[in-house]
């Protein structure tokens, strides 16, 4: 079990004497790190000598940051919500991981898999024959009057027989060192994807030391689930898929994350749709059929048809699929019904009378108020209990923030709930007051005890039940802290479970030898398409415009004098670009600077936060690396505002921001597959380049334009070196226009961009039909046919912002064609 230690010298003894110097478990509480009498105990003292070893030699601090820099550059996050909007912050973490001996992980894991099996026999019979109600086990109010017992679903049994396939609960401990379960979480749980995260955090920050403990791993129990899950799978469908509420939601990035760890198609409602009675996703190739389906959308909002009508999140008709046997859905739809705190003070008399067992781990004491007896013993000790709503989060105006310590509340607060009790106890529960146990904290260059709650995570396999071996830790900011929340200021942490024998290295199933080969990953999601587009659209036109403010603020740099003809064409066309607003045309500093730190439209704040809101919808198939380096061009643009406003300042800001540009680029160029996924953002980027590229030329190779015109152009165009090669006798308009128009060999110029166009659009599904080329293919060769003939001499501004609409007609066929329902329209002759 863990590591052993040994004999400590004097110095080592007195660096563990100061890591833990003024640490003492409150009183009452039981703390996992000592005992009432300040010994530590055993299971934690190899922990405790290896940290004091780190913090003797100064480089405690520097390893614990290591972890938070693994889940900075790794984007973790998750969203708050307060009264103002929904924020996106780091995930927090505390670096002392949870030390779980074997004793207590062995009776939580038994309790675990009880607890699971006696809500899957509740559920069942609750949505099935309803004995328990018949018989009189279970009053019919507390599972009626609970909102999510979903009446469409009474009466059916889910595909595959199982209610539940991912559950979870939250656990604290007792003054006397028992684990008690203080909430179940049946709907859709989260912390998982969390949990996994922050092992690898600490793995990485802790190397040696984790290394050298028994610590169970976490691996085998998501490669297990998954391959229940995958088991389901049809041939020829769109494979296993993970339907989140969306980006908003505050644990997406956990969604994102577990999809691309285990391999599932991350979806929303709207990427979804049933025909006859069968689940489908819609994907730039057409329908394809979905067999199973692991939710982390509330049940009630998965179908606006039969369930919730104002939901804008689900899938119309998505209840009857589940109806005909067609899609499992884990958790099955009504599955939030075994949530409800009313059930907790059935749940000892029905383990016995289903399971014929009493609880392994039992309940906090729960009275539920719509039984008189039960709630006349509320009302008699209202002053030590906690009250909280039966079903829900909260009751307005009664119980707003919650579950409440009735001895905090003012007088007034006291009888108006004495008063909804009396009128509706049915919506009320009285439960005992938990005080948590503590556990070790790293804060202010010491340890200090601080409230947690550990959730264990509980996953449905071909083989039964299958148990975390960890979970995640939700510690308390505050000392005296009797409930802990992340939306509250909560940290998280990572749990080792310590193994007597030795975790199994690789605990994970061994493959089969025979595994087909295989070099495609199915068809590509419509709306994970679309965002690639645009994401290729907003990244070339932030290039751009910041290689318009670079341009510009060279040549400010460079004179003392008025600006010249040149710069004020790139002043006017930051305005015309909507990076700039009119006021600022004149003074071509102003203009530079409201382009890279303004909210205009095009302005380069703008285009980064869009392309950032397009990779959060594609978290899952963007090379991590892109995403990193997205997130610091929007941090350096923030940060940048607070500094210098002069031209050189601001030529140096561009040509940083350029740079990491660069790097967003080039990670994706070279770490994503050459799959349609990237062809997309290869045609947005295109596109967009092509259009700009007309738009530079417009603006500054007017007919008459001088040498410094001409130059510019060739600037924002990359292009000046090759032509100082190519030409010898100065700038003229033709020549140029042919390099950065014409020349198929130039990366930037329009006709290298349409044959790119025309060469991803040639590899994508359907691009050809009976009839010839499909829209948008046709209208690339059409165009690129057009700029083949033109003569650079006789190219004018008409014939110039005629190319830019063609550029534009095949943008809207591109998204007519593979983002829409046109094309899904026609598939199936229906127009639905």
């Given at each position: 079990?863990?590591?052993?230690?040994?004999?400590?010298?004097?110095?080592?003894?007195?660096?563990?004497?100061?890591?833990?110097?003024?640490?003492?478990?409150?009183?009452?509480?039981?703390?996992?790190?000592?005992?009432?009498?300040?010994?530590?105990?055993?299971?934690?003292?190899?922990?405790?000598?290896?940290?004091?070893?780190?913090?003797?030699?100064?480089?405690?601090?520097?390893?614990?940051?290591?972890?938070?820099?693994?889940?900075?550059?790794?984007?973790?996050f998750y969203r708050v919500y307060d009264d103002k909007a929904a924020d996106e912050r780091p995930w927090p973490l505390s670096h002392v991981p949870i030390l779980v001996s074997p004793e207590d992980w062995k009776r939580i894991k038994a309790g675990a898999v009880q607890r699971a099996a006696l809500l899957e026999a509740i559920l069942a019979d609750c949505y099935g024959e309803r004995r328990l109600v018949a018989e009189g086990a279970l009053p019919a109010a507390a599972i009626a009057g609970s909102p999510e017992y979903l009446r469409p679903l009474a009466g059916g049994t889910p595909p595959g027989t199982r209610f539940l396939a991912f559950y979870a609960l939250d656990l604290g401990r007792g003054p006397n060192g028992e684990w008690w379960v203080i909430r179940d979480r049946a709907q859709a749980p989260s912390g998982a994807g969390y949990a996994l995260e922050n092992r690898n955090a600490i793995a990485r920050a802790l190397t040696d030391i984790y290394r050298a403990f028994d610590v169970e791993r976490l691996a085998a129990f998501f490669e297990a689930f998954r391959g229940w899950l995958t088991s389901f799978r049809e041939a020829d469908d769109a494979g296993t898929c993970l339907l989140t509420p969306g980006q908003l939601n505050e644990t997406y990035?956990?969604?994102?994350?577990?999809?691309?760890?285990?391999?599932?198609?991350?979806?929303?409602?709207?990427?979804?749709?049933?025909?006859?009675?069968?689940?489908?996703?819609?994907?730039?190739?057409?329908?394809?059929?979905?067999?199973?389906?692991?939710?982390?959308?509330?049940?009630?909002?998965?179908?606006?048809?039969?369930?919730?009508?104002?939901?804008?999140?689900?899938?119309?008709?998505?209840?009857?699929?589940i109806r005909h046997g067609n899609v499992r859905v884990a958790n099955a739809l009504g599955t939030g019904l075994g949530e409800a705190p009313a059930l907790l003070g059935f749940l000892p008399a029905l383990a016995r009378r289903i399971l014929d067992q009493p609880l392994a781990l039992p309940n906090v004491a729960t009275w539920w108020c719509g039984q008189a007896a039960e709630r006349r013993e509320v009302l008699d000790q209202l002053d030590r209990l906690v009250v909280a709503p039966a079903f829900t989060d909260r009751i307005p105006f009664v119980l707003d923030r919650g579950p409440e310590v009735v001895a905090e509340m003012s007088a007034a607060r006291r009888r108006q709930l004495v008063e909804a009790i009396g009128r509706r106890g049915v919506d009320f529960v009285g439960q005992e007051l938990v005080n948590l146990s503590t556990t070790p904290v790293w804060q202010e260059?010491?340890?200090?005890?601080?409230?947690?709650?550990?959730?264990?995570?509980?996953?449905?396999?071909?083989?039964?039940?299958?148990?975390?071996?960890?979970?995640?830790?939700?510690?308390?900011?505050?000392?005296?802290?009797?409930?802990?929340?992340?939306?509250?200021?909560?940290?998280?942490?990572?749990?080792?479970?310590?193994?007597?024998?030795?975790?199994?290295?690789?605990?994970?199933?061994?493959?089969?030898?025979?595994?087909?080969?295989?070099?495609?990953?199915?068809?590509?999601?419509?709306?994970?398409?679309?965002?690639?587009?645009?994401?290729?659209?907003?990244?070339?036109?932030?290039?751009?415009t910041l290689r318009i403010v670079r341009a510009l603020t060279a040549r400010l740099a460079q004179s003392e004098r008025a600006p010249h003809a040149d710069a004020l064409a790139l002043t006017d066309l930051l305005f015309k670009w909507g990076a700039s607003p009119q006021a600022a045309a004149g003074a071509g500093v102003g203009a530079a600077a409201s382009a890279l730190f303004d909210a205009g439209i095009g302005s380069v704040p703008h285009l980064v936060q869009a392309a950032r809101g397009c990779a959060a919808g594609i978290r899952d198939r963007f090379p991590r690396d892109s995403l990193i380096a997205l997130d610091e061009l929007h941090a350096f643009i923030t940060a940048a505002k607070t500094g210098p406003r002069g031209a050189t300042a601001l030529l140096d800001m561009a040509n940083h921001a350029l740079q990491i540009v660069a790097a967003v680029t080039g990670f994706h160029d070279e770490n994503m597959n050459r799959l349609s996924g990237w062809r997309f953002l290869q045609l947005g980027l295109r596109i967009e380049r092509a259009i700009g590229t007309c738009r530079f030329a417009r603006q500054l190779g007017v007919e008459a334009a001088g040498p410094d015109g001409l130059d510019a152009l060739l600037e924002l165009a990359e292009s000046l070196r090759t032509y100082r090669v190519r030409y010898m006798l100065g700038t003229a308009r033709a020549p140029v226009f042919d390099l950065v128009l014409l020349e198929p060999n130039n990366p930037r110029s329009v006709a290298f961009s349409l044959a790119e166009i025309a060469k991803h659009l040639e590899t994508l599904p359907n691009a050809r039909g009976t009839q010839g080329p499909a829209g948008p293919l046709k209208e690339a060769e059409a165009r690129a046919a057009e700029i083949a003939e033109l003569d650079p001499a006789s190219i004018s501004d008409d014939r110039l912002i005629g190319i830019e609409n063609g550029m534009m007609r095949i943008s809207n066929e591109i998204s007519l064609t593979y983002f829409t329902l046109r094309q899904l329209a026609a598939q199936d002759g229906s127009g639905r």
């Open positions: 079990m863990g590591v052993a230690g040994g004999a400590q010298s004097k110095d080592e003894a007195s660096a563990a004497d100061g890591l833990i110097a003024g640490y003492r478990p409150q009183s009452g509480l039981f703390d996992e790190m000592m005992d009432g009498k300040g010994v530590l105990r055993p299971h934690w003292r190899p922990l405790r000598d290896r940290l004091s070893e780190l913090h003797a030699k100064g480089e405690l601090a520097a390893c614990f940051a290591t972890a938070d820099r693994y889940l900075k550059d790794s984007g973790v990035f956990e969604h994102a994350y577990l999809a691309r760890q285990l391999g599932f198609r991350l979806v929303e409602g709207q990427d979804l749709t049933v025909r006859d009675q069968k689940l489908y996703l819609r994907t730039i190739a057409g329908l394809r059929r979905v067999s199973a389906l692991w939710r982390r959308l509330d049940s009630d909002f998965c179908d606006p048809l039969e369930l919730n009508q104002r939901s804008q999140l689900g899938v119309p008709g998505l209840v009857q699929a260059g010491r340890l200090v005890p601080r409230p947690f709650q550990l959730r264990v995570y509980v996953a449905a396999t071909a083989d039964g039940w299958n148990v975390m071996p960890g979970g995640l830790g939700i510690i308390g900011d505050k000392p005296d802290a009797r409930a802990v929340s992340m939306q509250q200021g909560a940290r998280s942490a990572d749990v080792w479970v310590l193994s007597e024998g030795g975790p199994a290295e690789s605990a994970l199933p061994s493959p089969p030898r025979d595994i087909a080969i295989r070099r495609a990953t199915g068809a590509l999601p419509s709306r994970a398409a679309d965002n690639l587009f645009w994401m290729g659209r907003y990244l070339e036109r932030a290039e751009s």
